[in-house]
């Protein structure tokens, strides 16, 4: 079907909404291979929250829904990769792929590490993994992924949305000790940036204003604009309390 793929991910502790664009610095080993793959083919690849509790041959698992991250700058600094992103169409994971290796605290390859802490090239990774018959995997964990489709469009709930986004930030800045005159065309230039984004504008609040990391893997997560919506509601409630913003 063409909403499902093989994707290598990027198994974080964070999240990536769509629209939101961010910065990476990518240094271990098997994500160099990963990047190096997607820069090659010109194509994305998956950021996904980290799942301690899933692990998949000894890293963090991925959670279940993440984002197509699009690369939109790269740059190399020593032995870093910096990249700009911008979040794409989310995905829901149809079943995992393990790497070819385990971390490096694992018996397998923790000689590779050297006397100064840093970890191996590729090229010695490459040879463990053949070592130990794992050739045909990748250094990365990858999923086999269904692609969401975008919401439709709804512009009642995206006025509540550009609402609560200015009602928030507003707030906040207030809090924060910044005049009105000063935050003004600040919230109104964020608010037009979720506007611009239609219906994933939804996302791209949240991105802006939810510290929590789960309250924001909740909205990505939602199957409805209205769903979406309630999250990010729940998500900043305790926040809007404190700021005066709703009644405990």
């Known amino acids: 079907m063409d909403d499902e793929r093989s994707l290598p991910l ?4 964070m999240t990536l909404m769509p629209g939101e664009v961010t910065q ?15 820069i090659l083919d010109e194509r ?12 998949v041959r000894g890293w963090d698992g991925p959670r279940t829904t993440g984002t197509l991250a699009h690369i939109e700058e790269h740059e190399e600094a020593g032995s870093n990769h910096m990249l700009v992103v911008r979040g794409g169409q989310r995905f829901d994971v149809i079943d995992v ?10 018996p ?7 006397e100064d802490g840093f970890f191996p090239g590729q090229e010695a990774l490459l040879a463990r993994a053949e070592e130990l018959g794992r050739a045909d995997l990748p250094l990365h964990i990858s999923a086999n992924v269904r692609l969401r489709p975008q919401f439709e469009a709804d512009e009642a709930m995206m006025l509540t949305v550009q609402a609560l986004l200015r009602s928030t930030m507003s707030a906040i800045a207030g809090a924060m000790g910044i005049d009105e005159e000063t935050a003004g065309p600040w919230v109104e230039a964020r608010t037009a940036d979720v506007v611009a ?16 990391l789960e309250a924001r893997q909740q ?11 309630a999250e ?16 405990e």
Do not use: T, W
């Open 219 to 229: 909205v990505l997560s939602s199957a409805s604009m209205q769903e979406a919506l």
């Open 97 to 106: 792929i393990e790497p070819a290796l385990p971390p490096f605290s694992d």
């Open 10 to 13: 990027f198994v974080l502790p």
């Open 24 to 38: 990476l610095r990518v240094f271990e080993p098997r994500y160099k291979q990963m990047l190096d793959s997607c």
């Open 108 to 114: 397998a390859v923790s000689d590779l590490v050297g």
């Open 197 to 212: 984004a239609g219906p994933d504008g939804v996302f791209l609040a949240a991105a802006m204003v939810l510290p929590d």
């Open 44 to 55: 994305p690849f998956g950021l996904i929250l980290n799942d301690p509790f899933q692990p």
């Open 232 to 247: 990010l509601e729940h998500g900043l409630l305790d926040i809007r309390r404190d700021l005066g913003l709703e009644e």
